[in-house]
């Protein structure tokens, strides 16, 4: 006897027909996926395509363009910045050492002493040294020694007869008789000027010192044939009155120092001389000289 078929699988007439109809369905997509391609159904944006085209166009300008990484120009190694010591190539430890040695108001007057203080190898110092500018006065160093050394033999030659030097007060002397001294270019000498503009007038030749591009050498002479003759009269501040604001444009102070001695005022009344040397960060080794532009 045939075994009984489940109700489960029995099927009417127009279930048969709709199940076959599906599975042709099924198959024909299948087919259809397989062998047609639908890439050339999809609708193309022309705005799309122009934008690519442009696209296209800008990546060929820019591969062909020039290199316009950092351009170097001359510079004086005295004054690198953080910024252009990482172009140059140089470490952080290197320009530390270069910031460390021009706190301490010295210069570095040749490619061999850049790398002496900053320790830069061989090869970057070649890179680098083409574009180092000095002032005047070190380019011209050694014709100022030959030129010396000539005048010692000139002066043996007349029995070491020495011409009288006329001296004349720095706070008197015009550019003409500056640039009298040999080192003392145009700019130099407009430095000095300006410089004695700002303090009203210098009130010992020491402050020489503080001027940058005057060479020991120079500075020398500068003593021999310039000196405070008159009395001075310098532009005064008030200490114990000015403001912070006031005493940053003493070029002496600046503002951290400016600021301190606010703060002492502050908390201990009205200064006298002897309390500069209290001040944080006050250059004790210029009080002499600081405390003549002051009123107490």
Do not use: H
């Given at each position: 006897m045939p075994k009984k078929i489940p109700s489960y699988l029995v099927f009417t007439k127009e279930q048969r027909n709709?199940?076959?109809?599906?599975?042709?369905?099924?198959?024909?997509?299948?087919l259809a996926y397989y062998f047609l391609d639908f890439s050339s159904?999809?609708?193309?944006?022309?705005?799309?395509e122009q934008w690519?085209?442009?696209?296209?166009?800008?990546?060929?300008?820019?591969?062909?363009?020039?290199?316009?990484?950092?351009?170097?120009?001359p510079f004086n190694p005295n004054f690198i910045t953080d910024f252009k010591g990482y172009k140059l190539g140089m470490s952080v430890e290197q320009i530390d050492r270069l910031l460390?040695?021009?706190?301490?108001?010295?210069?570095?007057?040749?490619?061999?002493?850049f790398q002496?203080?900053?320790g830069v190898s061989d090869s970057l110092l070649k890179t680098m040294k083409p574009f180092f500018k000095f002032p005047d006065w070190?380019?011209?160093?050694?014709s100022t020694f030959q030129s010396k050394s000539n005048w010692i033999d000139y002066s043996k030659k007349k029995d070491n007869v020495k011409q009288k030097v006329i001296v004349i007060d720095i706070n008197l002397a015009t550019?003409?008789?500056?640039?009298?001294v040999y080192g003392i270019g145009d700019a130099i000498s407009d430095r000095i000027l300006k410089q004695r503009e700002i303090y009203g007038n210098f009130v010992s030749m020491e402050q020489m010192n503080d001027i940058w591009g005057l060479s020991p050498e120079v500075i020398e002479k500068l003593n021999q044939q310039f000196a405070i003759i008159s009395k001075p009269n310098p532009k005064k501040i008030n200490i114990n009155q000015a403001s912070i604001k006031e005493l940053g444009q003493f070029p002496y102070f600046r503002y951290p120092i400016s600021k301190n001695i606010v703060s002492y005022r502050s908390m201990n009344g009205d200064l006298k001389i002897d309390d500069l040397t209290k001040i944080k960060e006050?250059?004790?080794?210029?009080?002499?000289?600081?405390?003549?532009?002051?009123?107490?």
């Open positions: 709709g199940i076959l109809l599906l599975f042709i369905l099924i198959l024909l997509l299948q159904a999809s609708k193309t944006n022309p705005e799309k690519l085209a442009l696209q296209i166009e800008l990546d060929s300008l820019k591969q062909n363009q020039p290199d316009s990484s950092y351009k170097m120009y460390a040695f021009r706190k301490q108001n010295k210069f570095v007057n040749s490619a061999e002493e002496k203080i900053t070190v380019n011209n160093k050694q550019k003409d008789d500056l640039m009298k006050m250059p004790n080794d210029k009080i002499k000289i600081i405390a003549l532009y002051l009123e107490f």
